[in-house]
């Protein structure tokens, strides 16, 4: 049973910057899709960004230029780090992994970004 542990949420002001951790239990793949996805209260969970099966990374279009994830392999651990932190990258942010047809989620991490 594969388990995600999310760590790194808080409390920012605007503009500044926070980088949250997605330790992975169990042996992953750096082909496996992981990567993040976050959900604001009243809202749909949205892809924020990730790893793709193929290898590469998408990011939604709202924090490209801003969020940069990446990944440790050996540790087993997926990062995302949060640049200029806008009152709308409020939000749950929740890791993501699949492994074949399974998908697991983390249990998530609060983002908050107020002044």
């Known amino acids: 049973q594969v388990q995600l542990v999310e760590s790194g949420g808080g409390l920012v002001q605007p503009g500044g910057s926070l980088r949250l951790s997605c330790a992975a239990s169990?042996?992953?793949?750096?082909?496996?899709?992981m990567g993040w996805y976050r959900q604001a209260p009243g809202k749909q969970r949205e892809l924020v960004a990730v790893?793709?099966?193929?290898?590469?990374?998408d990011y939604a279009d709202s924090v490209k230029g801003r969020f940069t994830i990446s990944r440790d392999n050996a540790k087993n651990t997926v990062y995302l780090q949060m640049n200029s932190l806008k009152p709308e990258d409020t939000a749950v942010y929740y890791c993501?992994?699949?492994?074949?047809?399974?998908?697991?989620w983390g249990q998530g991490t609060q983002v908050t970004v107020s002044s």
């Open positions: 790893f793709t099966s193929g290898g590469r990374t």
């Open positions: 169990g042996s992953i793949f750096s082909r496996n899709f």
């Open positions: 993501y992994l699949q492994i074949a047809t399974d998908g697991y």
